[in-house]
């Protein structure tokens, strides 16, 4: 049996041995047992040790340094611990004499894992078909992900997935100061935070990026972290096109895509008549029950996984209506009406029906009258919702 692991100690290829071992289908699935923690690998002189739900075994094993195109890779084989001595020792010195009588089956394990070298194979594209010193280090064409393949194998739908995935982006570019903080706690709960949430996500081209930020030094980090937001801008789904939530352009403009987008052309039409202010101090909530593990289940994820959703939509809201009660001031209807868009969907995702009944109405207001009166409505239920997820989280 084989396993390969990169630089990080991550592992990134299989044999169908191991994975039967395992009792997983493929790679992706391993990966995503590993990252939430339901199969986990203890690497020891002596060997390694695996943990799955039904026990742990330990095995001996012997290590192979490769080198990859992004680096150098490690070949382990994994010895059951009940086979001889002898038998073993026969089997490593076959392969020590002839180390590269390995690598077909090195190159198969890799082409069962076609996500983590899908950059690899359009890297590859890009100098076949270009001169090496014409290749831009900023390449714009879009990265596929293959949202109907995903969203299946995480087992969720196609939609949930796409709104999860615009979450992971708003939750990347609020955490872009923190990668470039100084405070090394700081940044090591950004890097992790968007490793996790690639991983469960089936991003394996962020998480390649995230992982050389993590094993880079502070001084050397300034490239990699702009290559990330410049990796995102460039995903786009199978579903739609890349206009569903991010153009072929830089990862900022993400936010004023989705909160200010048209508004320039829609300000020559509004007049300067401010519908007055609204004053928020004085709102009560307004109570409502709401289960963190009754939503992660209604979605097939893991309940960790969606409280890293809505504390950044917590974030999210006092953003966004902070942007609301400025355009109401300014008697700007439009950008209060995608605000209630923007802030609806989240809130649908995550099942926080109560909010996203409000904002749904707040979309759709067409009589101004109506606006301090729903707007309220919706910080009452918000503030609810974020007294118990303050409380749960204690």
Same mark, same amino acid.
């Given at each position: 049996?084989?396993?390969?692991?990169?630089?990080?100690?991550?592992?990134?290829?299989?044999?169908?041995?191991?994975?039967?071992?395992?009792?997983?289908?493929?790679?992706?699935?391993?990966?995503?047992?590993?990252?939430?923690?339901?199969?986990?690998?203890?690497?020891?002189?002596?060997?390694?040790?695996?943990?799955?739900?039904?026990?742990?075994?330990?095995?001996?094993?012997?290590?192979?340094?490769?080198?990859?195109?992004?680096?150098?890779?490690?070949?382990?084989?994994?010895?059951?611990?009940?086979?001889?001595?002898?038998?073993?020792?026969?089997?490593?010195?076959?392969?020590?004499?002839?180390?590269?009588?390995?690598?077909?089956?090195?190159?198969?394990?890799?082409?069962?894992?076609?996500?983590?070298?899908?950059?690899?194979?359009?890297?590859?594209?890009?100098?076949?078909?270009?001169?090496?010193?014409?290749?831009?280090?900023?390449?714009?064409?879009?990265?596929?992900?293959?949202?109907?393949?995903?969203?299946?194998?995480?087992?969720?739908?196609?939609?949930?997935?796409?709104?999860?995935?615009?979450?992971?982006?708003?939750?990347?570019?609020?955490?872009?100061?923190?990668?470039?903080?100084?405070?090394?706690?700081?940044?090591?709960?950004?890097?992790?935070?968007?490793?996790?949430?690639?991983?469960?996500?089936?991003?394996?081209?962020?998480?390649?990026?995230?992982?050389?930020?993590?094993?880079?030094?502070?001084?050397?980090?300034?490239?990699?972290?702009?290559?990330?937001?410049?990796?995102?801008?460039?995903?786009?789904?199978?579903?739609?096109?890349?206009?569903?939530?991010?153009?072929? +352009? =830089?990862? @900022? !403009? *993400? $936010?004023? &895509? /989705? %909160? #200010? +987008? =048209?508004? @320039? !052309? *829609? $300000?020559? &039409? /509004? %007049? #300067? +008549? =401010?519908?007055? !202010?609204?004053?928020?101090?004085?709102?009560?909530?307004?109570?409502?029950?709401?289960?963190?593990?009754?939503?992660?289940?209604?979605?097939?994820?893991?309940?960790?996984?969606?409280?890293?959703?809505?504390?950044?939509?917590?974030?999210?809201?006092?953003?966004?209506?902070?942007?609301?009660?400025?355009?109401?001031?300014?008697?700007?209807?439009?950008?209060?009406?995608?605000?209630?868009?923007?802030?609806?969907?989240?809130?649908?995702?995550?099942?926080?029906?109560?909010?996203?009944?409000?904002?749904?109405?707040?979309?759709?207001?067409?009589?101004?009258?109506?606006?301090?009166?729903?707007?309220?409505?919706?910080?009452?239920?918000?503030?609810?919702?974020?007294?118990?997820?303050?409380?749960?989280?204690?």
């Amino acid at each position: 049996m084989y396993y390969i692991v990169n630089h990080t100690q991550h592992i990134i290829a299989a044999d169908n041995s191991l994975l039967d071992l395992l009792s997983v289908d493929n790679i992706d699935e391993l990966y995503t047992k590993i990252a939430l923690g339901d199969i986990n690998f203890t690497p020891s002189d002596e060997g390694v040790t695996i943990t799955t739900a039904n026990g742990t075994e330990s095995y001996q094993t012997q290590s192979h340094i490769l080198s990859g195109m992004l680096g150098n890779i490690t070949l382990v084989e994994i010895y059951p611990s009940e086979e001889s001595t002898e038998s073993t020792k026969d089997e490593i010195s076959i392969i020590d004499d002839e180390p590269f009588d390995l690598m077909s089956d090195i190159e198969e394990m890799i082409e069962e894992e076609p996500a983590v070298e899908e950059p690899i194979i359009e890297e590859t594209i890009v100098k076949e078909t270009a001169p090496a010193e014409e290749e831009p280090k900023d390449d714009t064409s879009p990265i596929v992900v293959d949202i109907e393949s995903i969203s299946q194998d995480i087992g969720i739908s196609t939609d949930d997935y796409n709104n999860f995935l615009n979450e992971y982006i708003d939750t990347a570019l609020t955490l872009e100061e923190d990668l470039g903080s100084e405070e090394e706690e700081k940044r090591s709960n950004a890097i992790s935070t968007l490793s996790h949430l690639s991983n469960v996500l089936h991003l394996p081209v962020i998480t390649n990026i995230i992982e050389q930020i993590e094993d880079t030094s502070f001084d050397d980090q300034d490239a990699l972290v702009k290559s990330l937001y410049a990796t995102l801008a460039r995903l786009t789904t199978t579903q739609t096109d890349t206009s569903n939530f991010l153009k072929e +352009e =830089s990862v @900022p !403009t *993400v $936010e004023k &895509d /989705i %909160t #200010t +987008e =048209s508004i @320039p !052309t *829609v $300000e020559e &039409d /509004i %007049t #300067t +008549e =401010s519908f007055g !202010t609204i004053d928020l101090s004085d709102v009560k909530p307004i109570h409502f029950d709401f289960q963190m593990e009754a939503a992660a289940s209604d979605l097939s994820l893991p309940v960790e996984l969606i409280e890293e959703f809505v504390n950044d939509f917590l974030a999210q809201a006092h953003v966004e209506t902070d942007k609301m009660l400025k355009a109401y001031e300014k008697g700007d209807l439009d950008t209060i009406q995608k605000i209630g868009h923007l802030l609806k969907g989240t809130a649908s995702n995550l099942r926080i029906n109560p909010l996203a009944d409000t904002l749904y109405e707040i979309q759709f207001c067409e009589d101004s009258d109506n606006l301090e009166k729903l707007i309220k409505e919706y910080w009452a239920h918000f503030l609810s919702f974020e007294t118990q997820i303050n409380l749960t989280s204690k």
